[in-house]
């Protein structure tokens, strides 16, 4: 017995020339810290999200954003035609060419998404993938909304270089 008391002194006092780690308050310190960055990752993510997802719109005809590079595809969703909505979307080259339409009719679809890629034409002397850069617009035939414009820029997208290819030369009008 005498011995075991002698141990159990022995710890007592080891104990008590020990200092005391502040554990908890590290562990405190480490999710706070951890919280506090979670919250700034979260709130630039939610703005980033939010630059992105400012639409173009007029009306019912929306484009997902205003500047596109050279073999991107400029996505367009429409939504809530009325009935005596029926025209066309006119696409409209640098140029001032039309560059493609797309019809609509609202007692048909009220909604549908659509989407194109500028790409060189030898019909519309869009001869270099360079003649593709510059203001793009969507004009809206048979209804009265606004215009949208957008933007080509010189930049290309990865792997679109091998897709867009200048016309040939000595094909009319190239």
Request: glycine share 8%; net charge positive.
């Amino acid at each position: 017995m005498m011995y075991k008391g002698i141990i159990t002194k022995m710890r007592k006092e080891k104990r008590a020339g020990r200092k005391r780690k502040p554990l908890g308050a590290i562990i405190a310190l480490v999710v706070i810290a951890a919280i506090i960055a979670g919250g700034v990752y979260y709130y630039y993510e939610q703005q980033n999200k939010i630059k992105q997802e400012q639409w173009i719109s007029s009306g019912p005809f929306s484009i997902n954003k205003n500047e596109y590079k050279l073999g991107e595809y400029v996505f367009m969703s429409v939504q809530g035609l009325k009935p005596t909505d029926v025209g066309s979307i006119i696409i409209v080259d640098p140029k001032g060419d039309v560059y493609d339409h797309i019809p609509f009719n609202g007692t048909m679809k009220s909604s549908f998404n659509q989407f194109f890629k500028p790409n060189t034409q030898r019909t519309l002397a869009l001869c270099t993938p360079e003649s593709l850069v510059g203001n793009w617009t969507l004009a809206f035939q048979g209804v009265s909304y606004k215009s949208i414009p957008f933007k080509v820029i010189n930049d290309w997208i990865p792997g679109a270089q091998a897709e867009i290819k200048p016309v040939p030369k000595g094909l009319d009008p190239c």
